[in-house]
Structures are given as structure tokens and as C-alpha cells.
């Protein structure tokens, strides 16, 4: 059984050295989840395009507009959908039923031609907001997972993907000096998930200039953040949760003995009990409604959030038994949503499902 050591960096040269079950995914979640990917990568329609014209010129059709990240009907989904296949087949089940299917998509959408479209689409606006931060987090994640894969497709893929992937970069290091503010939402926009994906990039890629300028960032934004309001989360339309993903992200610049009490200000309600019911998994009433459904999506992100936490505490910690526990219900929660039955969650969470169950996150 293959061991994955992952070695996080934290601020200060502070190293914590977790070693990560490579099969964590089972082989019937890893054929399910890649299955969902699959089935949205090359589906053009229904599709919501975020996207400004300035011209006749500028009304096409999706695959026009982005040749690789057309299908799963939004750009930031189909680049995640695409990192969950090369996920899956760097860390799944070497056996398992999708891996052929997978690599002859990504071969498909992985071409020199293909991702000169897509950067022609982001050079004709660079001063653009476009898939910032949530979408160009992913895409650098993706090309991150491809650099630790040994693999001569994960390699050749690579090479395809680095002139997109230095575009995003540069616009990235242009953007965060200016932004004054975090960006607290529990969609999209939010700046800690994104922040967490472009620290792995940094660090897997050894661009230290970028993950200086987003240590900084996350330092000025947070250091000194207490008492946050978990009371009020999630929001109707939630995905990610501001206080959980700020902790994660916090966790992961700061070393344990810094880290331990910035959470005990940050999040005091935590219990020390180890029960499971002081946070309440987010309740989707209608999954056919794709705002709504964005709460089985929180469910997930929690999850990963609180086993996180959990993991970077001191072991005889108090307060890792009921980050635990609520992890679990919202893991179970968030992993009974995830199917094929209606495309509102259908061409995303599996994303979310692969990113927790393969422990990406820590």
C-alpha cells in the first residue's frame, strides 16, 4: 500500500510531517465520483457563462470560448472536475474501472492547442476579474497535483498546462498586493479556500516569492481575528464555511504552539466534551435548485475543515474529540448528497467528495 507523506511548511520554517493512507478513497467512491466527472467534462449545455463582451465578436458558444474547460457547466467546475480525475488517478485505486476512460479525456482536453485558447481568452482581458480567486485556485491546483504525480502523462500533461498555469500565476501576484480586504463570503469569491489552494501551488511548485506575498496576505487578514460568529453559518447559499476555512488556512502558516491559541480566541466554542451537536450540518430542501444545493457542498468542506483542525491540535488536546465528531456527521451528511440524479450537484460535488476522502486538504 503506497504511503503519501505530505510535508506542509508552515510560517517560520515549522514542518508537519503527516503521513496520508494513498487508498483512503475506496474503489466504489473513486468509480462513482470519476464517473461524475466524466459525464460533465465534454457536456457542453446547460452551461452559465460569467463572461463580458465587448463586441459581436464576443458571443460564442462555450467550446469556443474555452476549448479545454467547456463542459460541467461552469469554467471553475470543469477545471476541478478535471483535477478530480487526475486526483484519482495519481492517488485512487490503481485498478480501478475509470482509469482508462480518464486519461483518454484528459488526452482529449489536454492539448497545446486547446489551452492556447484558453489563454487567449484570459489575455484578452487582463484586467478582468474573471474566475478570480475561486476558479484560478483550482487551476493551479491542478497543474500542483500534476508536479507530485511521477507519472510520464502527469508530466506531459504538465508541460501542456504551464503556459496557462504562468499566466494565472502572474495575475494572481498583480492582484493580491491590491486587495486591501479579505473577501468573507461562504461562496466563490471567498479568499481563504483560495488562499489554502494557492499555498499548495506555491509550495509543491517552490515559487517562494508567491508564497511569501500569500503568507503576508493571510497574516495581515487574520492574525488578530477573534470570536467568529460560527452562530450565523452557514447562509442559504454556503459552500464553504468563513470561519472554518479561515482556521484551516490559518493552520497552515502558523506552527502548533502559535496555532493552538490563535483557535482558542478565533473559535471559542469549541466544546471540550467531544459531542458532535454543536454544529449542525447545513439541511437542502430542494436538491434540483443549484443555489441551494450549494449546502451539501458546506457539509463536505466542513468536514475536511474540522478534520484538519483536529489533526493540527496537540493530541491530548480537549477539543480534538468534538472536532472529530462533527467532522463525521458532516462527512456523512455531505457524502450521501453526491450522485448523478440532478445536475445541480451532479457536475460539482464529487470535487468536493474527492478533495475530503483523498485528504487533500491537509
Not at 39 to 52: A, G, L, M, R, V
Not at 202 to 227: M, P, T
Not at 259 to 264: A, G, I, K, Q, T
Request: with cysteine; hydrophobic share 40%.
Amino acid at each position: 500500500m503506497r504511503i503519501l507523506i505530505n510535508i506542509l511548511k508552515g510560517f517560520g520554517g515549522f514542518l508537519c510531517l503527516s503521513m496520508v493512507n494513498a487508498h483512503a478513497i475506496s474503489p466504489d467512491q473513486a468509480n462513482k465520483f470519476s464517473t461524475l466527472a466524466l459525464d460533465c467534462i465534454h457536456k457542453e449545455y446547460p452551461n452559465k457563462i460569467s463572461h463580458t463582451m465587448a463586441s459581436d465578436r464576443d458571443v460564442m458558444p462555450p467550446r469556443k470560448l474555452h476549448p479545454a474547460f467547456y463542459g460541467c457547466f461552469d469554467w471553475h467546475s470543469s477545471v476541478h472536475g478535471h483535477w478530480l480525475l487526475v486526483r484519482l488517478l495519481h492517488m485512487g485505486p490503481q485498478n480501478g474501472e475509470f482509469r482508462d476512460r480518464a486519461i483518454k479525456a484528459l488526452d482529449q482536453n489536454f492539448t497545446a492547442e486547446k489551452i492556447a485558447g484558453e489563454m487567449a481568452y484570459f489575455a484578452a482581458r487582463p484586467n478582468s476579474s474573471y474566475e478570480r480567486p475561486y476558479g484560478l485556485a483550482w487551476l493551479l491546483q491542478l497543474t500542483a497535483e500534476l508536479r507530485q504525480w511521477d507519472d510520464p502523462k502527469a508530466r506531459e500533461w504538465l508541460e501542456i498546462l504551464r503556459p496557462l498555469e504562468s499566466q494565472i500565476v502572474l495575475r494572481l501576484k498583480d492582484w493580491l498586493p491590491k486587495l486591501s480586504y479579505a473577501i468573507r463570503l461562504g461562496t466563490h469569491n471567498q479568499t481563504a479556500f483560495a488562499f489554502g489552494l494557492m499555498l499548495d501551488w506555491a509550495r509543491i511548485s517552490g515559487d517562494g516569492e508567491f508564497e511569501k506575498l500569500l503568507v503576508n496576505r493571510v497574516r495581515d487578514f487574520h492574525l488578530n481575528d477573534v470570536n467568529c460568529p460560527l452562530a450565523y453559518e452557514p447562509s442559504g447559499e454556503d459552500f464553504l464555511s468563513p470561519c472554518l476555512m479561515e482556521a484551516d488556512l490559518m493552520r497552515r502558516i502558523l506552527t502548533q504552539e502559535d496555532f493552538s491559541p490563535w483557535l482558542e480566541n478565533f473559535l471559542p466554542q469549541i466544546p471540550r466534551d467531544g459531542r458532535s451537536d454543536w454544529l449542525s450540518p447545513g439541511m437542502v430542501k430542494d436538491v434540483t435548485d443549484g443555489k441551494l444545493v450549494h449546502l451539501d457542498g458546506v457539509n463536505l468542506s466542513r468536514a475536511w475543515n474540522l478534520e484538519n483542525l483536529a489533526a493540527a491540535l496537540p493530541k491530548d488536546d480537549k477539543r480534538r474529540a468534538a472536532l472529530l465528531a462533527a467532522a463525521e456527521k458532516h462527512k456523512q451528511h455531505g457524502l450521501a448528497s453526491v450522485s448523478g440524479e440532478h445536475y445541480s450537484g451532479g457536475h460539482w460535488l464529487a470535487s468536493f467528495a474527492t478533495y475530503l476522502m483523498t485528504k487533500r486538504g491537509y
